[in-house]
């Protein structure tokens, strides 16, 4: 099978074209150092003749309300030249609860790239993960300040991106869902909790602070970002992920 992989050279898409590669298809990364840009279309026609199956794990530049532009013509783009090549299923990842955020931009953004891929000619399939291991000491690093870092207590249910990288893949090969599956890990945390975890894990001496009001997350209501009934939940666990 062969599969375009948009985004294809990332910290998801470059593990996930190669995990497609070791179950022998056909995967080829795509990225504007491989020609190919998103906000103009440019090169998409090249990148998807032929294509089976496309992946779509790009991130726009930014993370507050420009994204929305983002997302609208880098959809549009992608499923013109998706039709036109005759591709068969299209592959989209994106965000656990990004629907019940909207004080977010970027979630938003996200809820209109969905929105515009259902709505499109190809069938599709949408994986929402949650927040990747790999991306919360980069939360962290926003509001540290000295020896402090100020963490809200939004519940997490956190995932490992290579987990991640395996559902995609699988979902990738499969028939199209026509809807969204949800993944996500096995355990449940408040932020600021993961904070202390992963400082004591790193040997780190700062001190976590509570504070509700943190953006981006302090604007999450309750359990909004974590997984419901009937999500995939993966098996590798944060205080294990950090071990290794």
Known sequence: MKIAVIGGTGRIGSPLVAALRAAGHEAVPHARSTGV???????LEQALAGADVLIDVTQSPTSDDSSL???EATMDHLLAAADKAGVRHAVLLSIVGVDQVPGLGYYRAKVRQENLLKAG????SIVRATQFFEFIEEVMSWSADGDTVRLSPTPLQPVAGADVVQVVAEVAVGAPLDGILDIAGPDVLPLDELGRITLAARGDSRTVTTDNTVPPFGAVPGDAIIAKDGARITPTRYRDWLAG
């Open 37 to 43: 840009d998103l906000l103009t279309g440019e090169g």
């Open 69 to 71: 532009a983002f997302f």
């Open 121 to 124: 000619p190809v069938p599709y």
